[in-house]
């Protein structure tokens, strides 16, 4: 079946158009489906005036029922099928000497009894018409053969119209493609200055052995600085293409999802495939693209951010946990000691004459200087500040990170819900610090948003 159709669009595999338009196996439980009858369907089958229109006319019926189409066969090619109808409905053991009517006529006014029956209609020059003019609908909201192809099948079945033939199928697919491609190409063809049109004419233009469109089709491999780097060069090479593609993919009219189809193709294509491609064409592809890869490349590069910062709030909770557990071991630990310091205030053998530098000093002999001073905050009312600790092992991270941070938070734009937004403040304050200026300091200086 496939052969038939190899020279026009590919829209379904062959397994797919087998399913849609072979005629149905059944196996015995689905002949008992099918091929029971009504009292109005066994009534139009009895009208034939012989045994072997009547046996057409009920496989004709219950092939219909299983896949609203008409198929051509013989009676050979489906004995199971007519042993089981003979059987059933006519107390026939065999179908010997039994041949199927070959006259068309016969076979097409059977079909109309048949569409007639359930309220369909076949697809002829007006269902036609009315076809084409819903391709030329859909293919704005989706410009995948595909996507195409479904809605037609849904169209004509809401409409209780018979499915034509695959190719007819495959042609009306076709021409509402190219119909909208040229559509689309004229209007950008109006609408591109020369500028422009050399800019995406350049991306698949050879250029010292190498193409510009080849390296924007790749991902980063990680958030590593080359990476970054790399794909913040990417994204100031498209920028400005990207304004057009912004102001102009509106003006033409089609969805997102069309678009998104558009820019595949660029991924798909090879370089020498955009090349044969019409001029036309091919800047409509690569538009499509540019303004897809453009917000892919800032989706990457604010995933390095998020990752980047991450990275950093983590070890920086790490690091503050780890202090957090070390000044409560060190205040259990000073705990005995801390008894033994208070025990002096009740010492009898310690004269009151004695003056308070001098308990002092014993006092620090039991626990030194530092640790005593923890030990009174751990014990005390004064609050262990987290928040300072995490801020300072983040500004002593500040060279390391930077680097990273720094390029992202000069690429990306920010914005916010609200003006004076602390947050804000603090990446405006950021992208203003020369990139030589030493950062620990200026770091700790930033408003923390609560």
């Known amino acids: 079946m496939a052969d038939r159709y190899k020279n026009r669009l590919k829209i379904l595999e062959d397994q797919e158009i087998e399913e ?36 057409l006319f009920i496989l004709q019926l219950g092939y219909f029922k299983a ?26 053991s065999d179908d010997v000497a039994l041949i199927a009517p070959s006259l068309k006529q016969t076979r097409y006014g059977q079909q109309r009894k048949i569409l007639d029956l359930y309220g369909y209609r076949g697809c002829n020059g007006k269902e036609r018409a009315a076809l084409m003019e819903k391709a030329a609908q859909v293919v704005r909201i989706s410009a995948k053969p595909v ?30 493609l190219a119909s909208e491609r040229a559509r689309l190409t004229a209007v950008l063809e109006g609408r591109l200055n020369k ?56 003006e033409l009219g089609i969805s997102n999802d069309s678009i998104a189809y558009y820019a595949a193709l660029v991924d798909y294509y090879t370089v020498q495939k955009l090349q044969q491609l019409p001029v036309g064409m091919a800047r409509l592809y690569i538009l499509c693209f540019v303004g897809q890869r453009y917000r892919q490349i800032n989706d990457n ?11 950093v709030n983590t070890a920086a909770r790490e690091c503050m946990e ?29 004269d009151d004459s004695v003056s308070f530098g001098e308990v002092k000093q014993r006092a620090f002999g039991i626990l030194e200087r530092d640790k005593f001073t923890r030990a009174v905050q751990y014990i005390g009312a004064n609050a262990f500040d987290t928040v300072a600790i995490e801020w300072e092992f983040v500004a002593s991270l500040a060279p390391s990170f930077k680097q990273y941070l720094r390029p992202l938070l000069l690429q990306l734009p920010f914005a916010a819900h609200s003006e004076g937004d602390s947050l804000m403040e603090a990446v405006a304050f950021l992208m203003r610090i020369p990139s030589d200026v030493d950062q620990h300091s200026e770091l700790m200086s930033i408003t923390i948003p609560k």
Not at 326 to 345: K, P, T
């Open 195 to 250: 500028t422009t049109a050399d800019a995406l004419d350049a991306l698949y233009g050879e250029r010292d052995g190498m193409y510009g469109i080849t390296p924007l089709k790749h991902d980063p491999k990680d958030f590593s600085l080359r990476e970054t780097k790399r794909e913040i060069e990417r994204s100031r090479s498209l920028a400005t293409l990207y304004e057009t593609a912004k102001a102009l993919l509106p």
């Open 322 to 350: 780890q202090q957090v557990l070390a000044f409560q071991r060190e205040g259990n630990e000073s705990g005995e000691r801390i008894g033994q310091i208070l025990s002096l205030f009740i010492d009898d053998s310690i």
């Open 301 to 311: 590069l604010v995933n390095g951010l998020i990752y980047h910062v991450r990275k």
């Open 147 to 176: 996507f195409l192809f479904r809605n037609l099948l849904q169209y004509l079945e809401n409409r209780r119209i018979v499915v034509p033939g695959y190719s007819f199928l495959q042609d009306v697919v076709s021409q509402a």
């Open 20 to 55: 849609l338009y072979g005629r149905p196996q059944f196996n015995h439980d689905e002949r008992v489906h099918f091929f029971s009858l009504s009292s109005e369907e066994r009534a139009l089958a009895d009208a034939h005036y012989n045994l072997a229109n009547r046996v």
């Open 67 to 92: 896949r609203t189409l008409f198929f051509s066969f013989e009676f050979d090619e489906v004995q199971e099928d007519v042993r089981h109808v003979l059987q059933r409905h006519y107390d026939r």
